[in-house]
């Protein structure tokens, strides 16, 4: 079953570090986002391989946007 990680809150991202195709583990950092000067990581919730990304540097997203998925 596929992971759709989403964002938690309104913000900047930062830095896109994951790749689709990429292996990642849970705790991994997919994306970086920046709101009001603080960095604030997104985490992979669960072990697999990143199907989608929907997001790249410099988007805005909204409080339930799509950042990922993982397979």
Excluded: C, F, H, Y
């Excluded at 992971?3 to 991994?28: L, Q, S, Y």
């Excluded at 960095?39 to 339930?64: F, W």
């Amino acid at each position: 079953m596929a992971d759709e990680i989403r964002a938690e809150m309104v913000a900047n991202v930062w830095k896109v570090v994951a790749g689709v195709g990429d292996t990642v583990a849970e705790g991994d950092t997919l994306v970086i986002l920046e709101s009001m000067k603080m960095e604030i990581p997104v985490l992979a919730e669960s072990d697999g391989t990143v199907d989608q990304l929907a997001v790249n540097e410099g988007d805005v997203v909204q409080e339930g946007d799509l950042i990922a998925v993982i397979n």
